[in-house]
């Protein structure tokens, strides 16, 4: 799987998008960008994930560049108990390749009132 | 839909116990994953099982740990000799049959400090 590379840390303020950059130079064309979260103590939490068109579901969007070399996570309206560590990670799509998920430093997000 | 189960969700044991950590997935899936935490540091794949097989056993060390996955009943994480830098969170994961490619379920993990 491709590696990542995301910012160690960032602050939001509540109420507002917060906007979470991942690289992912390496990336080959059957691999799917994937968002995890970890709240405090707590396991990880499926967000999102694609390919190459941006994606939206309930709880965020993901937009993915045009060479798929990077991505951006969206959070629209951040709240307080989005503070959490963001995981972007990418995943070879076959299923031979085994399901592993492999979860680099991720990006520690402080959501500010 | 009951989510994924762990349990004991916090266990103590002395250097040279045995410490089983027990996962019961989300119904209807097949597919179970451990990984370790541990403390400040990142989460690490150590095995991906279906039932009665183990698919990926890459990421368990070599020696004291085990994994099964019996046809009936949870999935258990096999710890013997227990030692202290075994102390951490070990997570659960599941996801669903087949040869699709489905985002994993995380359980609230067990807690196991070794003293």
């Known amino acids: 799987d491709a590696k990542t590379t995301q910012p160690t840390s960032m602050d939001c303020a509540e109420g507002r998008a917060a906007n979470l950059p991942c690289n992912h130079s390496?990336?080959?064309?059957?691999?799917?960008v994937y968002w995890y979260r970890q709240i405090h103590s707590q396991g990880p939490q499926y967000i999102i994930h694609?390919?190459?068109n941006n994606e939206t579901n309930e709880m965020a969007s993901l937009i993915i560049t045009e060479d798929r070399k990077s991505s951006t996570l969206i959070l629209p309206h951040a709240t307080l108990r989005d503070t959490a560590v963001y995981y972007c990670i990418v995943r070879v799509a076959q299923w031979a390749a085994g399901n592993k998920l492999t979860f680099g430093g991720g990006t520690r997000v402080l959501v500010k009132p | 839909n009951a989510g994924v189960m762990q349990n004991p969700r916090h266990l103590v044991r002395r250097r040279g116990q045995e410490a089983r950590l027990r996962c019961s997935p989300m119904?209807?899936?097949?597919?179970v994953y451990w990984y370790r935490q541990l403390p400040e540091e990142g989460l690490k794949f150590m095995v991906y099982l279906q039932k009665e097989n183990i698919i990926d056993e890459s990421g368990m060390p070599k020696e004291r740990f085990s994994a099964e996955f019996p046809k009936e009943g949870p999935s258990i994480l096999r710890i013997q000799q227990v030692v202290r830098g075994d102390s951490a969170a070990y997570f659960c994961?599941?996801?669903?049959?087949?040869?699709?490619?489905?985002?994993?379920?995380f359980g609230p993990g067990t807690r196991l400090t070794v003293t």
């Open positions: 994961a599941s996801s669903p049959p087949g040869q699709g490619y489905y985002e994993q379920y």
């Open positions: 390496t990336i080959s064309g059957n691999e799917y």
């Open positions: 694609g390919l190459k």
């Open positions: 119904k209807g899936h097949s597919h």
